[in-house]
């Protein structure tokens, strides 16, 4: 079983619209969550850590659940340049990070 | 400048040379690691280094070499290249500390490899 798994996608929107993507972790001694956007043949960059509260950024939400081990990404007025992969990284120990396989989001006039 | 750098950007080789991809970064990081990514992969783990002259295998470390002498940089060394070895590697760096003590990864540019 993988560490932390998501949905790919691809998820088509409109601008405008409300997406959510969530993403499943395995162990329970995870401690810290992130999720990180890549843009095509760019570097992952940071979009939000995920605090057990919830936190918001703009028109970013992120979530996390730690009985049932998910977090989750919700994008509200989607413009044309949140396209791109959302990944889902989790942190156990100082060193040990895993990455969902990522989710593609694209964003349609 | 200050950040995380890689270099080469781009590479092509060929099978049975070595090549050795650069990073360096400029926070005193402690943490720093190696990744590849690959279609249908994802970003999978080569080798990480958690302090100078301490790293470890990840995932995948068949055929790489790394070495950190020095805190800000974190060279990996492919001893002799291979086909499979064709893909974009990333290099990272992380430091216990930010906010709620979560260790943030940050990035390279990365660097895209060819071998033929």
């Known amino acids: 079983r993988k560490e932390v798994e998501q949905d790919p996608g691809p998820f088509n929107v409109p601008e405008g619209a409300t997406v959510a993507f969530n993403c499943t972790y395995s162990n329970s001694a995870s401690q810290s969550f992130f999720w990180y956007r890549q843009d095509c043949r760019k570097e992952p960059k940071l979009l939000m850590s995920?605090?057990?509260s919830g936190n918001e950024d703009g028109r970013f939400t992120a979530q996390l659940n730690r009985a049932s081990q998910y977090i989750s990404l919700l994008i509200r007025d989607s413009k044309l340049s949140d396209s791109a992969t959302y990944l889902c990284v989790v942190n156990i120990f100082g060193n040990q990070f895993y990455f969902g396989t990522g989710t593609s989001l694209t964003v349609i006039p | 400048d200050a950040g995380i750098t890689q270099s080469p950007r781009y590479k092509i080789t060929e099978t049975g040379r070595q090549v050795t991809l650069m990073c360096h970064q400029t926070w005193s990081h402690s943490y720093m690691f190696w990744y590849r990514q690959d279609l249908g992969h994802g970003l999978r783990l080569i080798y990480y280094s958690a302090a100078a002259d301490i790293t470890d295998k990840g995932e995948v470390p068949d055929g790489y070499v790394v070495s950190r002498s020095k805190t800000e940089n974190f060279p990996l060394t492919l001893e002799s290249a291979t086909r499979s070895q064709t893909s974009v590697y990333f290099c990272?760096?992380?430091?216990?500390?930010?906010?709620?003590?979560?260790?943030?990864?940050?990035f390279g540019a990365g660097s895209r490899l060819t071998v033929l």
């Open positions: 990272a760096s992380s430091d216990k500390g930010g906010v709620a003590g979560a260790n943030v990864l940050t």
């Open positions: 995920v605090y057990s």
